[in-house]
Every structure is written in C-alpha cells, then in structure tokens.
C-alpha cells in the first residue's frame, strides 16, 4: 500500500510563532501562523489542508463508484468547508459536489454521492468529526 508523508515544523509560541508544512512531493509547502488559522493573517492553516485531502478523495472516489456502475463521469467537482470552532475543536464539515455525468438523473448521481460520502477514506479516517454534511448536484456541461 501507498505511504505518503508531510512535515511541519513550528518555531516558537503559539501567538507569535511561525512554521510551514511542506508534503513529500514538494507541491504542498506553505506557511501558516496563528494568525492564518483562527485570524485572516495570509498563509495557510491545518484545516484548509483537511478540506483540500476531503475534496480531492471524494470526487475521485466519486468517480471510481460511477466508473464502476458504467456510468463514467465528465467531471466531478467538489468544495469542502472545514469548519473550527472554539476549543479549538473541528465540528462540521460541509461537502459540495457537483457532476458532469451523462445518462443518470440527478437522484442517481445523489446516491453515488452518498455512498461516496460513507466510504472515501478521507470521510472514513474524519469520523470523529461530529457532523459532515453533503450537498450534491447534477449539471449539464
């Protein structure tokens, strides 16, 4: 099976330190700051980078369950919102997706999205988030 890593480093307090995270494949090497994560200071911040590993393997994981079924999609596209609240605890994610795929209707494509939901391993190794919410749409491209 596949391994991938990634690495932050962070240099001094909480407050007024700084760091990056920088991904094995060096496509990923941002910083972030306290600043970036629970302010509007720039950078990037944990839980951006869960929504980003959220939407990619969902709408792969989509498109391997339509594949699968004959149904092979033209696009998939999906938006995830991490939501972090005071604790500081990740309480809700939102998914939306929406699919470019000819030959279904938009409740089909619903139900591969609900499944989608339930088994992208990103989805599975989130469980402990309390809520992750899903909003699909089928659009004609």
């Excluded at 941002?30 to 709408?59: D, M, Q, T, W």
């Excluded at 939102?94 to 030959?103: C, S």
């Amino acid at each position: 099976m596949t391994v991938r890593s990634a690495q932050a480093v962070w240099n001094g307090t909480l407050r007024e330190g700084d760091g990056t995270v920088r991904a094995e494949s060096g496509f990923v090497d941002v910083p972030y700051s306290f600043g970036s994560r629970f302010e509007e200071a720039k950078g990037s911040n944990p839980e951006e980078l869960i929504a980003a590993a959220h939407a990619g393997c969902f709408s792969m994981f989509v498109s391997a369950l339509l594949t699968k079924e004959g149904h092979p999609p033209t696009r998939i596209r999906t938006t995830a919102k991490v939501h972090l609240e005071a604790g500081p605890v990740i309480s809700k994610i939102e998914l939306e997706t929406e699919g470019v795929v000819p030959g279904i209707d938009e409740a089909t494509f619903d139900t591969f999205a609900q499944r989608a939901k339930e088994g992208c391993p990103v989805s599975k190794a989130l469980a402990a988030v309390e809520t992750i919410s899903l909003r699909s749409r089928l659009v004609v491209d």
